[in-house]
């Protein structure tokens, strides 16, 4: 019964003076309601790129040419032609982490289909590549080594590139030209929509590789390969096996540096969420000054209160309430101004941050934990900077407190 009399002289207190008492936690609403919304949009934002880059691939290893040397002059990754079909070949036969391997033999080009025209990427693959890059055929059919080994003029469009170049048709059986060479459109990919970097995943056409490579390529060089490593545990195992793999069959001696790059899911969605982790933290750093100002905040207007109920404190100390009881007192209504802050922060917070979601298109993501938490440290806060006002109402004389005009 102590406690709830001392709850309920706290929440009569309280709503004795209502905008002061508002205007006081405003601090705190503003810290708290931050604090929620940017953890919500930072988890939510890196749930979205953790799909995205397993939209990538299944335990995607990308190997890629290395960087050209012409007269001391570094040419950058990509500029050194040092992958080819043999080292596809290779890495098939020798590997024992890869459960699939794929070139990616990529080309730009304007392609027609009847009056419409697009440019667009078309890339050579082999049939593990739908595999490896989780790509799935919508309508229509895949293509498979039959299609690889005669080099068959055939296509799959991804969503875009049917939306530009057949708008409301049905391209299943339609002819396309790239590069004035003939091709039959088989089937169209399902949507994976914007990847972790923004790019459009659904602008390309994927064909056979050898198509590719002889009709609209060099036929030599491979832009790059991707690869799925038999589980998560096995990548780096796996990227050392690929290293040692093309090193040997590219006759790289032990003193000589590696003419290609490998990279993995991991190298990415680090990349990808160091922006994201950086920006929430600076943004939760704000919202936690403005806690502190908060805080601040009760303790004036608690000391305010203080000074205003001086004879009420006498007469208490005078009737018998010990100096803890007045300690208490004062320590629960600070305890509740900052706990009401922090539940109108809260609220206001998931508010905000779901408009937010829905109006940039990110996920939110609500950790109860970051809430309970949200909880505890605004009581916190209340009892913090409420202590000095409840010590100092505590400390009153009783004597001095009823002379006090």
């Keep these: 019964m102590k406690w709830r009399k001392l709850i309920q002289v706290a929440l009569k207190s309280i709503a004795r003076n209502k905008m002061r008492t508002l205007l006081t936690m405003l601090g705190i609403i503003i810290g708290v309601g931050s604090v929620i919304t940017m953890v919500a949009l930072g988890e939510g934002s890196s749930r979205d790129i953790e799909g995205q880059v397993a939209s990538l691939g299944t335990n995607l290893l990308m190997i890629r040419s290395g960087s050209a040397h012409v007269g001391g002059a570094r040419g950058g990754a990509g500029t050194l032609e040092s992958l ?65 080994r005669t080099r068959a003029k055939v296509a799959l469009l991804g969503k875009t590139v049917a939306k530009e170049l057949f708008p409301g048709v049905d391209p299943i059986g339609a002819a396309i030209r790239i590069r004035n060479v003939p091709f039959k459109v088989i089937g169209v990919l399902v949507s994976k929509g914007p990847s972790a970097f923004g790019t459009d995943q659904d602008d390309l056409i994927l064909a056979p590789s050898t198509t590719v490579l002889y009709r609209l390529s060099d036929g030599k060089t491979v832009r790059s390969i991707v690869a799925s490593a038999v589980s998560p545990e096995s990548m780096e195992s796996a990227k050392k096996e690929i290293g040692a793999i093309l090193r040997d069959a590219h006759r790289i001696s032990a003193d000589e540096i590696d003419d290609f790059h490998i990279n993995d899911q991991t190298e990415i969605n680090q990349m990808a969420t160091r922006v994201t982790g950086t920006l929430t933290l600076l943004l939760s750093a704000i919202a936690a000054v403005s806690l502190l100002v908060g805080g601040i905040g009760i303790m004036n207007i608690m000391l305010v209160s203080v000074t205003e109920r001086t004879r009420e404190i006498g007469i208490r100390l005078a009737i018998g309430a010990r100096p803890l009881d007045i300690l208490a007192q004062f320590l629960v209504e600070a305890a509740i101004l900052s706990l009401l802050g922090g539940v109108i922060g809260i609220v206001g917070g998931l508010g905000t941050a779901w408009g937010l979601g829905a109006l940039i298109g990110i996920s939110i993501v609500v950790n109860p934990t970051v809430i309970i938490v949200a909880v505890l440290f605004t009581g916190a806060v209340g009892i913090f900077f409420g202590f000095y006002p409840a010590r100092k109402a505590a400390n009153l004389n009783p004597i001095d407190a009823l002379r006090y005009e």
């Design 84 to 148: 080819s079909m043999t080292d596809v070949a290779q890495l098939r036969d020798a590997s024992t982490l890869l459960q699939g391997v794929s070139p990616e033999v990529r080309v730009s080009s304007q392609v027609i289909a009847g009056g419409n025209n697009w440019n667009t990427s078309i890339t050579g693959v082999s049939p593990e590549y739908f595999m490896i890059r989780n790509y799935q055929v919508e309508t229509g059919d895949s293509f498979g080594e039959r299609e690889i």
